[in-house]
């Protein structure tokens, strides 16, 4: 008997702990504020770096650079901030040459679903916590009518 109710409180603990991580939290910086660092990874066949501050001033700002065989592909500058109640990242795409992709006043946009104590989803890009030094981001790329996922592995530098 001892021994079933030692199963039961293990296995209520286990579910509460799996719970607690699920909690929606509220959608401030301070609570991503755990992607800030140097990032380092793989995808798209080269070497990927992705640098983002803390959060200051109601916002974040991150740089991305895709090098394939030791020349840079392209570049984006990346912003989560406070908009409404809400958080927002927003980007620009940049050729090697820092000839923008999007036009002068256009960004992409990616307006925030929800914050969990380790992942942060934006509509079309998620990131999520692994551990201290390792975080994934997961990407929805479009093209035409498909859309793939790519998953970027970042080990913190």
Partial sequence: MKALILTYCLLML????????DIKLEP???NIAW????WKGEAFGGQTEENWSEPSAGSM??????????????YEI?????????LVLQLKH????????ETKDETVDFPLVEITENKVVFE??????????????????????KVETVKFNYKKQ
């Avoid at 912003?79 to 809400?86: G, L, M, P, Q, V």
């Avoid at 940049?94 to 992709?101: E, Q, S, V």
Wanted: glycine share 6%; aromatic share 10%.
């Fill in 78 to 86: 990346e912003i989560i901030r406070e908009i409404e109640n809400s």
């Fill in 94 to 101: 940049f050729a090697n040459d820092l000839k923008g992709w």
């Fill in 28 to 30: 401030k910086l301070e």
């Fill in 14 to 21: 286990s579910f509460s702990c799996q719970a607690q991580k």
């Fill in 35 to 38: 992607i800030a660092g140097n």
């Fill in 124 to 145: 079309g890009m998620t990131f999520e916590k692994i551990s201290e030094n390792e975080m994934n981001v997961y990407v929805d790329i479009k093209d035409n009518d």
């Fill in 61 to 74: 700002m991150a740089t991305f650079k895709l090098i394939n065989d030791g020349k840079v592909t392209f």
